[in-house]
Every structure is written in C-alpha cells, then in structure tokens.
C-alpha cells in the first residue's frame, strides 16, 4: 500500500507546482497593489499596468528560474521565451482591464480578473516551454 501511495505521489504531485503558487501569489500580490497605487494617481491602465508588470515579472522571472523550476538553462535562451511569453499575456491582460474598466468594473476588481484566466495556462507555458529542462 505504501509502495502505491508513493507511486501515485511521485506520478501526481509536483514539487514546482507549490513553489510557483508561492511566487505566483507573491509577485501577483506586488503586480496588484503596484497597478493599484499608480492607477488612481496617473489613470492610465497602460502605464500602470506596464510598470506594476515590470517589477512583478523581474521578481517573478528571477524565482521562478532559480527556485520554481530550477532551470539550468542560459538566461539567453529562457529569458527570451519568457519575455515574449511576458509580451503576449502583457497585452491580453491590459486589453482586458482596459475594457472592464471601460463598461464600469473598479480597476481594483479588474485588475483581478485576468489573472484568474493568466495564471493557470501560464503554468504550463513556463514550465513546459519557458524553463523546460534539458534531455
């Protein structure tokens, strides 16, 4: 029974799945309360959110290459996948508080909100394709 228990842990449970949840949640914290300090006094989703992103995605790149998913790979290499990965969800999520704001959601509630469509496929997207490890 032991033996299977431990089988199915190995095949199921991730390691790398609890540490990007903490720097997910660490840096999406950052991301939030950044966009929502300088939206108010710039009101500009497009800057806010630009610099909010910056901050939180240098902390969350620098983590998630040494700790998430212990990448050994070239900054090279992975920092280019990831800052085109950064670009694409970049604009999805502006376009998309940009328009929540636009039909009346507080910029805090819309800030929000991306994240929760983000999040889950970005997983997959770092961990399979940004610092997938060498074979």
Do not use: C
């Amino acid at each position: 029974m032991k033996a299977k228990i431990k089988d199915l842990k190995a095949k199921y449970f991730d390691w790398s799945m609890i540490r990007w949840v903490i720097v997910g949640i660490s840096t999406t914290a950052t991301d939030y309360f950044i966009f929502i300090s300088l939206y108010g006094p710039i009101d500009s989703v497009v800057i806010a959110n630009f610099i909010s992103a910056f901050v939180a995605t240098s902390l969350n790149y620098y983590s998630h290459h040494r700790w998430t998913f212990k990448s050994e790979q070239d900054h090279s290499k992975s920092g280019v996948r990831y800052f085109i990965n950064l670009v694409f969800w970049w604009v999805v999520s502006t376009l998309l508080i940009k328009g929540l704001i636009e039909i009346d959601f507080d910029p805090k509630l819309a800030k929000l909100i991306p994240i929760l469509i983000i999040a889950p496929i970005n997983y997959f997207v770092l961990n399979h394709l940004v610092f997938k490890k060498k074979n």
